[in-house]
């Protein structure tokens, strides 16, 4: 697993994009940064196929992680605040 920047406290809760899963190469997830121990990542409110997906456990040597782009970040936020006001709608 490649993390292209430093795990620490700021880090929990930052905004990720992790790419080369081995089973889905081509799959771009994006997600809130929670944890990495022991060689796996845990990432919460997970994107990718146009909607969030929950918490996310990823493993593997081939996994790249890095910050994603703003053209991204605002994707990811627009996606997560429309779920968010449906699930509202709903209580």
């Given at each position: 697993?490649?993390?292209?920047?430093?795990i620490?406290?700021q880090?929990?809760?930052s905004?990720?994009?992790?790419?080369?899963?081995?089973?889905?190469?081509?799959?771009?997830?994006?997600?809130?940064?929670?944890?990495?121990?022991?060689?796996?990542?845990?990432?919460?409110?997970?994107?990718?196929?146009g909607?969030?997906?929950g918490?996310?456990l990823?493993?593997?040597?081939?996994?790249?992680?890095?910050?994603?782009?703003?053209?991204?970040?605002?994707?990811?936020?627009m996606?997560?605040?429309?779920?968010?006001?449906k699930?509202?709608?709903?209580?």
């Amino acid at each position: 697993m490649n993390v292209t920047f430093p795990i620490n406290e700021q880090t929990k809760g930052s905004i990720v994009r992790i790419t080369g899963l081995e089973y889905l190469p081509s799959v771009v997830f994006i997600g809130r940064f929670a944890k990495l121990e022991n060689d796996v990542l845990s990432v919460d409110d997970v994107y990718y196929d146009g909607r969030t997906h929950g918490t996310e456990l990823f493993s593997g040597n081939s996994l790249y992680v890095d910050i994603p782009t703003y053209e991204q970040v605002f994707e990811y936020g627009m996606v997560c605040g429309r779920e968010k006001s449906k699930g509202d709608e709903n209580d």
